[in-house]
């Protein structure tokens, strides 16, 4: 039975049961945390032989001939070039490949824009106002770049096949300030929905009022599935763009931090010849080249992209479990009650739950009191404000299964409890 | 007899005996690369057992007990923070370390200057004009940074005791527009000089018109000695500026590129308590953080800074034959001639020459076509422009002795027809 459609009296037998074993829950002392996605140290011991790959007898040149060891290439080593390339579904010409962590590409990216500007546009720094779309619920990571240079953001509402397009070309092909849009595409932080055919078709295809508008698209867990036999796939964002006759459109991301090591990955950027040519003139005044040996490194250990498609079964291994485990207790407790949805992926880092409205803060604050850290209840939408107070991220890589379990338990309770709050203000 | 006190008759003569000994030359084809501070593969070998010190059975916790695989640390382990301090003779709670390459952490702390302002100061984009001091000669890339940004550089002559600081004081304490000062404090680039205590001093004692005035001090060669017994010290500018009451002025740079690897070291800023919240505060928005494991395998590998330090001596070993050969033909060709002066570092990686007055141009282009690549002349100065055009950047690491000798061989030769045909335009 729905909650809603219980009455006063029941609500409140039932909250008293459920404020019980919330009061026993809390006796417990757990100390569990579901808050960031990141993966467990088990997991990462299914890279630890990459380690192995290149000692002191090693041949650390280059197939181009580039001793790894020295300066030169800026852009990256071709095979690290192809690795990445092959792992984004676009080709070496596109990438440039860097050190550790695509944020900080990203974060290049809307700078270099804002003091230089991108082929020869206005830099961003001169204009009144600066815009940029962010799907919602997304990554606080992105949003906290757009806000630390003063650009707008925007909620664009997400549905299963991604943003919605009707208000993204409403908005991009209209309005001049609107420079770029946030993008995870595949498995999205935090619902882990991938982008159908016809939005990336769509996304290719915007004509935007500003030349130098840019798809910001964090292709983050591209290779990231859950299951051998259930993938997502998704279209090539680069070619797609090219045939729209929108080559210049797209900055595309990706990086090893959840294939290898997220404290010792590597990271890429895809983008048009153009693009590119722009990005590597900046990069020489930049810097003298990012870590050759590690990009190396990668490339010997995984060799090419079906090791990687490979490795991640290993990481899929670690994770579907603890996925599993909490999608369980979510169905069996929370279904058909009718005070909360969520996302069931098939990749990625998180599960997304959306519960009634005004009740997020409160169930994050409930769960904390009981030693289940969550994501900040907001934390997923631009300046942390969730308009409806709705969604909740579920981060499950790095607790074990029985602790997710465990978790998800107390998780569910302290929706229920919160749920019937609510629902009580209206009774 | 000093070139300029021979008649044209002798002059004249002279020069048709060095122009066959040229022609001569070049019908040898050298192809030796003079040009760039960069170790050769053999000086390289010396570090590659730092390959073997992590492997797939290696604990990879810092000492704090973080997972250096995983996320996390975004201002360095601790022991990679005692190890850069130690280096650049100041303390771990003055570090912050980065990933490889120190030039991206310099232009990242112009580029927030600009974008950001410092401590609370006006953004430097929002002001009509922002200069930079440029100590020439000096590091081109440097120079790019902040032409990149469109700050004015003022050149300042060098000294053997660091820049001219009657100047730097006459710009700094009076014009509020001057936000910074270039400097290579320890056997600077090009001419190995180090700057005095006295230098030093004045420098931490600067009263700076403009409140975000930063002195830009890159200790890029602080262990990089050419002899055991001849070292240069230098004061540590960190502490010299807090007990001149200015905490705040400095930004230090350092990285191992020259150390360990150049495309795999790990770099270092270090500053004062409030510089380093703000930009840790900018970090943390800007990457999920730096390479850890990099950092741990510099750290086990070297062990300490004695351990550096010792390491460096193997350097030296490999480098000093081929300053020595450089120095030796210079003495033995040129002096008494009246027709250049040079420098001799005590450590470092370049040689600075200095050529008559409108002569450096034409001598880096003869050596060019005889087969021996010089850096550009003029690139030591802001804008490429030497108004002298007269310095010459001399790096000996790359070539062999042998080949060095070779190529200094053919540099004196052209240095000499260069200058006879100079002083022949005024006979």
């Known amino acids: 039975m729905q909650y809603c459609e219980m009455s006063k009296e029941e609500l409140l037998k039932l909250k008293e049961e459920l404020d019980a074993r919330y009061t026993e829950a809390k006796s ?3 100390k569990l945390d579901m808050s960031r996605g990141k993966p467990s140290a088990k997991q990462l011991n299914v890279t630890m032989e990459m380690l192995d790959v290149l000692n002191s007898s090693s041949d650390l040149k280059a197939e181009d001939g580039t001793d790894c060891r020295n300066y030169g290439l800026v852009d990256g080593i071709p095979e690290a070039k192809k690795l990445m390339a092959d792992m984004m579904g676009t080709t070496p010409e596109h990438v440039i490949v860097y050190g550790n962590a695509s944020l900080s590409i990203m974060y290049d990216q809307v700078s270099r824009a804002y003091t230089h500007g991108l082929l020869g546009s206005t830099p961003w720094v001169k204009l009144d106002k600066v815009k940029f779309l962010c799907p919602v619920p997304g990554y606080d990571r992105h949003f906290a770049i757009t806000e630390r240079f003063g650009i707008e953001m925007i909620n664009i509402p997400m549905t299963e096949n ?3 397009m009707d208000m993204v070309e409403q908005y991009v092909n209209n309005d001049e300030s609107v420079k770029g849009i946030w993008c995870v595409p595949k498995y999205s932080n935090p619902q882990g929905y991938t982008y159908s055919d016809e939005t990336v078709k769509r996304f290719a295809a915007l004509k935007p009022a500003a030349k130098d508008f840019r798809i910001f698209w964090d292709n983050a867990y591209v290779v990231h599935h859950l299951y051998e036999d259930k993938q997502d796939e998704i279209l090539d964002i680069i070619s797609e763009c090219e045939k729209a006759g ?10 090893t ?3 290898s090591f997220p404290g010792s990955g590597i990271a890429a950027l895809a983008a048009s010849a153009d693009n590119i040519a722009e990005i590597k003139k900046q990069l020489t005044i930049q810097t003298i080249g990012h870590d050759k040996i590690n990009q190396l490194r990668h490339v010997r250990f995984f060799k090419n992209v079906e090791g990687i498609r490979a490795h991640m079964m290993r990481h899929a291994e670690q994770m579907r479990p603890k ?4 999608l369980e207790v979510l169905e069996s407790e929370l279904t058909g009650l009718g005070i909360g949805t969520w996302s069931e992926p098939r990749g990625g880092y998180f599960i997304s739950f959306d519960a009634l409205e005004g009740c997020a803060k409160a169930i994050v604050e409930k769960c904390k009191e ?7 209840a907001g934390a997923t939408f631009p300046y942390g404000k969730d308009p409806k107070d709705s969604n909740i991220r579920i981060a499950p890589s790095f607790p074990t299964p029985e602790e997710m379990k465990q978790a998800s338990d107390l998780f569910v309770l302290c929706v229920k409890i919160v749920s019937i709050e609510k629902i009580l203000e209206t009774k």
């Open 246 to 255: 929108n080559p210049d459109m797209v900055f595309e991301f990706a990086s």
């Open 162 to 164: 991604g943003p919605d």
């Open 370 to 376: 009981a030693g289940v850290t969550l994501t900040n």
């Open 323 to 326: 996925f599993e485990a909490t």
């Open 28 to 30: 417990k002392g757990l």
């Open 257 to 259: 931090s959840k294939v």
